[in-house]
């Protein structure tokens, strides 16, 4: 079946550019998307069809897509970024798939 | 406003079978382009999808979970119903019902753009 890899856990400075990267077969053959979800909240819509914003989502979030690897990037964080992020993406044979998750901890 | 909301029982009992109702407004689910999903998470762990229905009527299952598992629609009531059968409580979790509208290009979806609120759900004797 397919499966998405994330890193457990990423760490960054206040201000500085996060980095989160979600793996997988052939990745860039189908839109990945990404999930931010905070302590006791639902999961947010943060990026769509590899690197767009939904409406509300602050221009610092950003994504990209290219060979295996698709690649949350959060430029300037700031700690309300903290949160767990999710990428997702849509497979012919299994259809819905979920990467493990990634802890993003600004300190 | 396009809303989603998760109702089901707060407790349920090992081999019993759990059913999950999504209740959505602000769209329509008898609409072309409209799919819902379940979506769960058990305490502190990753979401795991378990199903979802396309604007055709068409299904889809966790290949993990397809056993157990059935998605319906009412459009009449505007929801989508999950049950699952057998019930275990490694299936304790919180269930959520998410959105999906369907591209002009047909495959794939898109994102799941609107979540329900999630409904914890525990399972025990």
């Known amino acids: 079946s397919y499966e998405l890899t994330q890193p457990p856990s990423v760490s960054v400075s206040p201000g500085q550019t996060a980095s989160i990267t979600c793996s997988g077969d052939?990745?860039?053959?189908?839109?990945a998307c990404w999930y931010q979800q905070k302590p006791g909240q639902s999961p947010v819509l943060v990026i769509y069809?590899?690197?767009k914003r939904p409406s509300g989502i602050p221009e610092r979030f950003s994504g990209s897509n290219s060979g295996y690897t698709a690649t949350l990037t959060i430029s300037g964080t700031q700690a309300m970024d903290e949160a767990d992020y999710y990428c997702?993406?849509?497979?012919?044979?299994?259809?819905?798939?979920f990467g493990g998750g990634t802890k993003l901890t600004v300190l | 406003q396009v809303t989603l909301k998760e109702s089901g029982p707060v407790l349920v009992k090992p081999t019993e079978t759990l059913t999950l109702t999504c209740t959505v407004s602000?769209?329509?689910?008898?609409?072309?382009?409209?799919?819902v999903s379940w979506i769960r998470q058990p305490p502190g762990k990753a979401l795991e999808w378990l199903a979802h229905?396309?604007?055709?009527?068409?299904?889809s299952y966790s290949t993990s979970l397809k056993s157990r598992l059935t998605i319906s629609k009412d459009t009449s009531k505007s929801q989508v119903v999950l049950t699952m059968t057998n019930i275990d409580p490694v299936d304790t979790a919180t269930y959520y019902c998410?959105?999906?509208?369907?591209?002009?290009?047909?495959?794939?979806?898109?994102?799941?753009?609107?979540w329900g609120q999630g409904t914890m759900v525990t399972v025990s004797s």
């Open positions: 997702q993406a849509w497979e012919s044979s299994t259809a819905v798939v």
């Open positions: 998410a959105r999906a509208k369907e591209l002009s290009s047909g495959w794939p979806p898109d994102a799941f753009d609107v």
């Open positions: 602000g769209f329509s689910l008898s609409n072309a382009r409209m799919g």
């Open positions: 229905i396309f604007s055709n009527d068409e299904k």
């Open positions: 052939k990745l860039e053959d189908k839109y």
């Open positions: 069809r590899d690197n």
